[in-house]
């Protein structure tokens, strides 16, 4: 697991034996090699059925995973993690824990979440400050001119790739970020929104997921906090389902 460059139709959870033949195999090297170390390992990894592609999600059924929730019977004390559970809904995530898929990985969602609302953020600058220079764009020649993160993973024609490079659920763009060329183009737009108060009307525009809050005066209209909150709501998402249905959002 770990982000699929083919079709999601054929997805199988880890077979039960699979698991535990891996579990008996690490438990005797475990022993023999580092026998202190053996009992602090908690969890196994499988695959339940979750996983991303470029463009598409395999949503987590539970019943195809039923034969591999019984293996945790035959495995005391530990519980499973589960790979690539990004843009899993929420009350997938908390099905997941709940059939004992206890850590949930999660990766390019997050980092997904900050592109997004980074492009949103620039398409409101280009309202209030026409004629700035565009993330989009910088990202856009730096990924050209350094395709080494993204060509192996993007097929198809130059404008699918295009669109690849920048909407992709792999999201290979997270890579790009640290980069100067990227990391100008950042602070470049966060200077020139600093200060500003967003009207909510741009707002619902282009970051429609936080319009509500900020409508509700619980959320600041300022670009930074709303970036940090793009990222936050993620990591809510994933606090929610790990503590159960009667969790509280937090900060």
């Given at each position: ?192 929104l600093h200060g500003v108060r967003i009207p909510e009307t741009l707002i619902s525009q282009h970051l429609p997921r936080l319009h509500g809050r900020v409508m509700a005066r619980t959320l600041a209209p300022d670009a930074r906090t709303l970036l940090i909150q793009a990222v936050r709501d993620v990591l809510h ?15």
């Amino acid at each position: 697991p770990g982000g699929a460059l083919g079709p999601l139709d054929h997805l199988a959870p880890t077979r039960p034996d699979a698991a535990l033949a891996t579990h008996a195999v690490h438990a005797a090297a475990f022993r023999d090699a580092a026998p202190t170390a053996w009992p602090r390992v908690i969890a196994l990894v499988v695959q339940p059925g979750v996983e991303f592609g470029l463009e598409d999600v395999a949503v987590y059924a539970p019943e195809p995973a039923r034969a591999l929730i019984t293996a945790l019977d035959r495995m005391p004390g530990l519980v499973f993690e589960a790979h690539s559970t990004d843009y899993q809904p929420e009350a997938a995530l908390r099905q997941l824990v709940g059939d004992g898929f206890r850590i949930l990985k999660v990766g390019p969602g997050l980092t997904f979440a900050l592109r997004e609302a980074l492009y949103g953020l620039d398409a409101i600058a280009a309202v209030l400050r026409p004629g700035m220079a565009s993330v989009p764009a910088a990202m856009e020649q730096l990924m050209t001119a350094q395709p080494q993160d993204w060509q192996g993973h993007y097929p198809g024609t130059p404008d699918e790739q295009r669109r690849l490079r920048h909407y992709s659920y792999s999201d290979r763009i997270r890579y790009y970020w640290p980069l100067h060329p990227a990391r100008e183009a950042v602070d470049g737009l966060l200077t020139v929104l600093h200060g500003v108060r967003i009207p909510e009307t741009l707002i619902s525009q282009h970051l429609p997921r936080l319009h509500g809050r900020v409508m509700a005066r619980t959320l600041a209209p300022d670009a930074r906090t709303l970036l940090i909150q793009a990222v936050r709501d993620v990591l809510h998402t994933y606090s929610r389902a790990c503590r159960g249905p009667d969790a509280q959002q937090g900060v």
